[in-house]
């Protein structure tokens, strides 16, 4: 999707004279606008919620717009094209009949189709058109519909929606601007996923309307936490039966933002999980490890760097179950055998921890995790005087640890 400064530079170029190229082929006229398409029928789903539902595609500076149809009409993201409404008489509506509008969040060529619809004399003198959006949009767009006689209901993600008759979830989405949102049906699986998602690009996170990348990987996450079948984005065709690789796609390509790598790099997975590692974004480490094991199951590098992360994390369970199978190929790997023993010891299993700290010291006696990590299983099990023996214990308990170590003290006298 070309952004505005690109139409921009592409409309001026439009409007330079052109010199005249001998037997210079015409360009191909515009295809005709397909009109209302049945959801349904594109995502090949009979289910009731998109018995009557119609998309149309937008383009230009107009998003997708869908309608669900049940007892009644919503509109979600009515685009900014005043033909929006033209042939809902076609599909036997009435524009009285559009009791809901959804925005996935306020950028004009999702939103101001509002103010077209509200032309209308009839909608104006009805007043019976709810608008939803999220309550961190556009302040100067929430005023203006207050001031025609319809203020917005303003959600903030985690709500249920009844829409023409139909329950959808509404995930906060945040990252190509502060107030996106996603509708999620969750019987078909469906999502109708604004900007969040494209089918084949990333939406660019707009910094005047609070887009972040890192709001943007949260949200995506939540995402991924549904059992996503088909997506209905914001522009573009929708998505059938991929629609969860479309959403992990988008979340890819915002890490590899991120750590500023291009798609032509072909960087590794666990290249980037490094980098990743390095800005503290754990959960995306172990993300990148688990496509790297995906491709190659036997990568024991990828396993013990996934089980750091998890220890990190403090699912040691999860760690725990990853170094035995590191250790049953390779049981004197010092590396494997300090984080087997840091995995008990975010257990609380002092005394299990131990042997495993003194099997890594005696295959190398330089790894500091090593000798720290013994030091505080001792200093937890009440052996102060052996944990202060060990010197990379004793210097780093004062600057890092001690706080944490009283914590849980007292957590474990409560």
């Not at 250790?327 to 004197?332: F, I, S, Y």
């Not at 010891?345 to 090593?370: T, V, W, Y």
């Amino acid at each position: 999707m070309a952004n505005r400064a690109e139409d921009e530079d592409r409309h001026k170029m439009d409007r330079e004279p052109k010199p005249l190229v001998e037997d210079e082929a015409l360009p191909a006229e515009e295809p005709p606008h397909p009109g209302w398409l049945s959801i349904g029928e594109i995502l090949q789903v009979s289910h009731p919620v998109f018995e009557k539902g119609r998309f149309l595609i937008g383009y230009h500076h107009s998003s997708n717009v869908y309608l669900l149809a049940g007892n009644y009409l919503t509109l979600v993201d009515p685009g900014n094209d005043y033909t929006v409404f033209g042939d809902l008489e076609k599909l036997g509506y009435d524009i009285l009949d559009i009791r809901k509008i959804v925005l996935t969040h306020g950028h004009r060529d999702h939103c101001m189709g509002v103010f077209e619809m509200l032309r209308f004399p009839p909608v104006m003198a009805n007043k019976n058109v709810e608008i939803i959006m999220h309550e961190a949009g556009p302040q100067e767009f929430r005023e203006i519909v207050t001031e025609a006689g319809f203020p917005p209901v303003q959600i903030q993600g985690g709500e249920t929606l009844e829409l023409s008759g139909f329950d959808w979830e509404v995930i906060h989405t945040p990252g190509h601007t502060i107030d996106g949102i996603c509708l999620f049906h969750e019987p078909t699986g469906t999502v109708i996923s604004g900007d969040t998602v494209l089918p084949d690009s990333m939406a660019e996170p707009d910094r005047n309307a609070g887009g972040r990348l890192d709001h943007y990987l949260h949200g995506l996450k939540q995402l991924m936490k549904k059992n996503i079948v088909h997506l209905l984005p914001g522009h573009g065709v929708p998505v059938a039966v991929t629609g969860r690789r479309a959403v992990e796609n988008t979340y890819e390509a915002v890490m590899m933002k991120i750590i500023e790598v291009n798609a032509e790099e072909k960087t590794t997975w666990m290249e980037g999980a490094r980098l990743l590692a390095q800005k503290g974004l754990l959960e995306e480490v172990v993300y990148c490890c688990d496509r790297e094991l995906g491709l190659r199951p036997d990568n024991l590098h990828a396993m013990q760097f996934k089980a750091l992360v998890l220890n990190d994390m403090g699912r040691c369970e999860e760690a725990i179950e990853i170094l035995d199978t590191v250790l049953a190929r390779r049981p004197e790997s010092p590396y494997a055998l300090t984080a087997r023993g840091q995995a008990l010891l975010g257990l609380s299993r002092f005394s299990e921890s131990i042997p495993f700290f003194d099997r890594a010291l005696a295959q190398n006696p330089e790894i500091r995790e090593a000798r720290v990590f013994k030091g505080m299983a001792l200093y937890f099990l009440g052996k102060y005087e052996e944990a202060m023996q060990i010197d990379a214990f004793k210097s780093e308990f004062s600057a890092r640890f001690k706080n944490e170590v009283e914590k849980l003290k007292g957590s474990g006298d409560a």
